[in-house]
């Protein structure tokens, strides 16, 4: 077919969708283009369905190709590799907002793959990929309730901007992403610098009517090379597991209703599946039983929100769960911190290395390293459950990504503390929003190890039920089966002045505006009350770093001595390190960070440093090495690699005939600056050390003068006014090479 595009200018910058022209054999396939950015999107799906399966098993991918940056990856082989986090987090971005609008029933695989064939480093591929994932669901065959638009928002100089470019996001207090349809936001995902509820808002909705120029662009592609779309499956109960939840099971059902332990009410739901099961034909099977139970679960849950204002636990719409904060729980570890709220438990603990430490990124964007970093640990146990312990998966990644994002801006700048901070959250127990629980475990944590956080920061993930009337309610701090049974998570961290991160997802086929402000307005509440309960335990940062953790000194050289700092093949830093045990990170501007727990330590790198910098002046007195002889006098190292001459005529108090027969090579001798040439090459005195009279007649006035010598007060010394060698030579000088480079004349 001919390739066929659509065009519309967002901010400024051209749109472009344009399909038929790569990736013919797929079933539908896209370029979309903004900026210089460009990435092709493709799907893919079986025609027959998976057999045994009851769920929507749906896959995507995001492929960086770094030669759309111009890079060429790092590594041996040169080639990119498993996913970074970034491309994890933009998998995770475009399926969150498009597997809600496809049919639950739908037991086919399908394959959604992103590849970005050039970033600008200007325009967001990761926005491009959910509205190109859009627009190839809109021209296949398969069922879609979209299509969906895609934009970010910035909030710079006090005025929100549509799709500001990536450089911008270091000015701008908000960096808000939102999908929506025609009349409803599906997806949110921000984070902020501690901004307002009020103004979210209003991105948000700025963002919505942006994204329905995006929406009317891929229907119209769709109107002239869409697919006719293959018919919805039909929903599959077996009304035989219905009929058999008779009025016994009834009973039941209402005591496991109301059972707050999530641990006691699973062995209870498990129990009535092999009653149930046990007492139907062999036509109904334990899992048919389970999703019928599944079913009536779901029902109750929405009967006693809407219509009772109770949940399962009995809890009010928006009473929040027991809550308990606790710090300093390890001994050893540089900080630690403990957050459960119900049967959501999550230990954090903080490490503070030095700026060396900071995690390297191999990917499209700007950035090429960070120094905050926080990992997610999600173990079976948590759960009580057997699962395989191994590599983070992309939840794992995810709600990492979340809570490091909600804290990150509360952090001190490198420049007033310079650590790489890694934070390690433990989830010890999960009935709900462990992300969240994260947020406030990290929280304490940092502030247990002395890090300088501006503000205390808090989560809460806030639920919504809704009725077949349009009547629904939104829950505060929902837990793990008001989740599962529920149609929203919307997580929201922040301080007690504003907000920091957001994340929503929904499963319907997106929510109002209206419910979008009430969720807002009422998770601020909740996070308030939980900042108040981690006040009590921790009301600020402890006024200094753990014992345990490395103290970070800075110091300031000239730039022109990084060189020496470094040495050859860092020789010389290595050789500090290993005669110091600290850590030393040299940056371009000249500053040097040195970190150790052991003052003493720090103290000894920085004179050595202080040595190797050291420049001399006219006056200052050193103890150095003689570490040549010439005719006219000796050199004395009074600086690592830097030399000074004493002329024979400042040796000593009285004449000499010889060098050598006042100082040899190896000797340790005390001389002072007496001039410095404008060659840089130093001039020293022993003599004037010697003379304590000053009306003593000096040596030069009363002895003879060696060949070749004027008098310095009448002139200058032979060293200072020798006449200048050109080239290889005098080179070699500044070099301290052992040759001497001058012959008397």
């Known amino acids: 077919m001919a390739p066929q595009s659509v065009s519309s200018t967002i901010a400024g910058r051209e749109l472009i969708i344009e399909t038929g022209k790569l ?73 969150r907002p498009i597997r809600p609008l496809l049919p639950k029933n739908w037991h086919s695989d399908i394959q959604i793959i992103t590849t970005v064939l050039s970033a600008d480093q200007e325009n967001d591929p990761d926005i ?60 949110v995902e921000a984070g902020a610098k501690e901004i307002s509820e009020d103004i979210v808002l209003q991105g948000i909705k700025f963002a919505h009517e942006a994204n329905q120029d995006i929406i009317k662009l891929q229907e119209e592609l769709q109107k002239s090379e869409g697919k006719p779309k293959l018919p919805v499956p039909e929903e599959k109960v077996k009304t035989e597991a219905i009929e058999a939840l008779s009025k016994t099971v009834d009973e039941k059902m209402e005591q496991l209703l109301t059972e707050a332990d999530r641990t006691v009410r699973e062995q209870m739901l498990e129990a009535l599946i092999k009653e149930l099961a046990a007492n139907t034909g062999d036509d109904v099977t334990e899992s048919d039983i389970a999703a019928a139970i599944d079913a009536r679960v779901k029902e109750e849950v929405r009967v006693g ?68 970093i926080h990992h997610y640990n999600f173990p079976g146990f948590s759960t009580g459950e057997v699962r395989r312990v191994g590599s983070p998966g992309r939840r794992e990644i995810g709600h990492g990504a979340l809570a490091e994002r909600a804290l990150v801006t509360v952090l001190p700048t490198v420049e007033d503390f310079p650590y790489t ?96 402000e009430k969720t807002l307005s009422q998770g601020r509440d909740a996070r308030l009350y939980i900042l108040d309960k981690m006040h009590e335990a921790i009301a600020a940062s402890r006024p200094d770093v753990s014992r345990y953790a490395p103290r970070m000194t800075k110091m300031k050289i000239d730039p022109a001595k990084i ?142 003068r060696p060949s070749g010598y004027r008098d310095r007060r009448g002139g200058s010394s032979g060293y200072g006014n020798r006449p200048r060698y050109s080239g290889d030579r005098q080179q070699r000088y500044n070099r301290g090479s052992s040759r001497p480079p001058f012959k008397r004349d």
């Open 23 to 95: 990736a013919q054999q797929a079933n539908a396939a896209v370029t979309v283009r903004y900026g210089d950015t460009v990435v092709l999107v493709t799907v893919c799906f079986n025609k027959e369905p998976r057999e045994g399966v009851d769920f929507l098993p749906l896959t995507i991918d995001y492929e960086e190709r770094l030669y759309a940056a111009g890079k060429i990856p790092g590594g041996f082989i040169r080639r990119e590799g498993r996913p970074s986090e970034a491309a994890t987090l933009a998998c995770r971005m475009t399926d």
């Open 128 to 187: 491009l990929s959910v509205i190109g994932s859009s627009a190839v669901l809109a021209l296949s065959e398969i069922p879609f309730d979209g299509p969906i638009g895609a934009v970010n928002v910035g909030y710079i100089n006090s005025e929100l901007v549509l799709n500001p470019k990536m450089a911008q996001y270091d000015e701008s207090q908000l960096d808000l992403i939102v999908v929506s349809t025609k009349e409803k936001v599906i997806m």
């Open 305 to 372: 929100v809407l219509e009772k204002g109770k949940r399962i636990s009995g809890r009010s719409l928006t009473e929040i769960r027991p809550l308990s904060c606790e710090v300093g729980l390890l001994p050893r570890t540089h900080g630690s911190g403990m957050f459960t709220r119900g049967q959501t438990q999550v230990l954090s603990i903080t490490t503070l290395g030095s700026t060396r430490k900071e995690q390297m990124l191999d990917g499209l964007g700007l950035e090429e390293s960070k120094r905050f």
């Open 421 to 516: 901070i890694r934070l390690v959250s433990e989830v010890l127990s999960s009935s709900g929003s462990t992300s969240m629980a994260s947020v406030c475990a990290g929280s304490l944590s940092l502030m247990d190890a002395g890090v300088p956080v501006k503000k205390a920061v808090a989560g809460i993930a806030m639920g919504l039920v809704t009725g077949d009337d349009g009547k629904y309610a939104v829950l505060t701090d929902i837990e793990g089966i008001e989740d599962f049974n529920g149609d929203m998570d919307f997580k929201i961290a922040g301080t007690m002045d504003g907000i920091t991160a957001i994340q929503m997802d929904t499963k319907l086929d997106g929510v109002s505006l209206e419910i979008v």
């Open 563 to 704: 060189g020496a700092v470094i040495g050859t093949g860092g020789k010389t830093i290595r050789s500090i390190i290993e005669q110091t045990k600290t850590t030393i990170d040299v940056e371009d501007d000249g500053t040097v960070v040195i970190g150790s727990p052991d003052m003493e330590a720090t103290q000894k790198a920085i004179s050595i440093i202080e040595s190797l910098t050291r420049e001399a002046k006219i006056g200052d007195i050193y103890t150095g090495k003689v570490s040549r002889i010439l005719n006219f006098g000796a050199m004395v190292e009074i600086l690592p690699g830097k030399e000074g001459l004493v002329h024979i005529s400042e040796l000593a108090d009285r004449r000499l005939d010889r060098v050598e027969d006042e100082v040899k090579i190896g000797d340790e001798v005390t001389v002072k600056v007496i001039s410095i040439d404008d060659m840089g090459r130093v001039n020293l005195s022993r003599r004037a050390l010697f003379e304590k009279d000053s009306d003593k007649p000096l040596p030069s006035e009363t002895a003879p």
